[in-house]
């Protein structure tokens, strides 16, 4: 099946300083969505890229969908302490149906 | 989150006993599906339904069984087959047209 690698795996990092992670695939998504999980709770949509090329931003948060269809990138600047979880990447090959998640990069920001 | 309610949030069997998790949602989403979350692993399908009275496996469906009787509820259960049955489950729903929307989770664990 489809396999997403995300990177970092994990990342710690001091307030204030910028945050990148990103996705690749071995086949080309339609779309690709950018997940946040804080602990013990159900992953919460940050933002959704549906057009290659298309970048779009969230606040302090970037993505951009690959032109290739086969990447995606999160940028977070400027963190802060709520930063902090765990963030994934989906993508989707057809439909909603059956996404692919990455592995998630889990970040922690020290004050 | 508001629209999926899971329950209960932590839950806990001796092992060779089968466990429902229930999955209520009010959003009035045709599809639903259930996660599973180990560390480091990202989530992986269980099963999936879109519409009432049919559901198809995911990934990793062995050892669990659901149903989908009535459009608001989708219950997995875990059975004495699931050979590493702890984990933290998620439930989602979709419309179609818009991404995968997470209940908070059900934390499983075995003993």
């Known amino acids: 099946g489809q396999q997403l690698n995300q990177s970092p795996q994990s990342m710690f990092i001091q307030e204030g300083e910028d945050v990148s992670m990103n996705c690749t695939s071995s086949s080309i998504f339609n779309t690709w969505l950018w997940y946040k999980q804080d602990p013990g709770e159900g992953p919460v949509l940050l933002i959704a890229?549906?057009?290659?090329?298309e970048l779009t931003s969230n606040g302090r948060l970037t993505a951009q969908f690959g032109i290739t269809r086969k990447d995606s990138f999160l940028n977070i600047s400027a963190s802060i302490p709520s930063d902090v979880g765990i963030y994934f990447c989906?993508?989707?090959?057809?439909?909603?149906?059956?996404?692919?998640f990455g592995q998630g990069t889990i970040l922690t920001v020290h004050p | 989150d508001g629209g999926i309610t899971q329950s209960p949030k932590y839950l806990f069997r001796k092992e060779g006993q089968n466990v429902t998790l229930s999955c209520e949602q009010n959003l009035n989403h045709d599809a639903m599906y259930w996660y599973r979350q180990d560390p480091g692993q990202g989530l992986r399908l269980i099963y999936y339904?879109?519409?009432?009275?049919?559901?198809q496996k995911g990934d990793i469906a062995e050892g669990y069984s659901v149903s989908r009787e009535k459009k608001e509820s989708f219950p997995l259960t875990v059975t004495s087959a699931q050979k590493n049955p702890t984990a933290f489950y998620l439930c989602?729903?979709?419309?179609?047209?818009?991404?995968?929307?997470f209940g908070n989770g059900t934390r499983l664990t075995v003993t």
């Open positions: 989602a729903t979709d419309s179609g047209v818009s991404p995968l929307h």
């Open positions: 339904s879109q519409i009432v009275n049919d559901f």
């Open positions: 890229l549906y057009k290659a090329g």
């Open positions: 989906a993508g989707d090959g057809t439909s909603y149906g059956k996404l692919t």
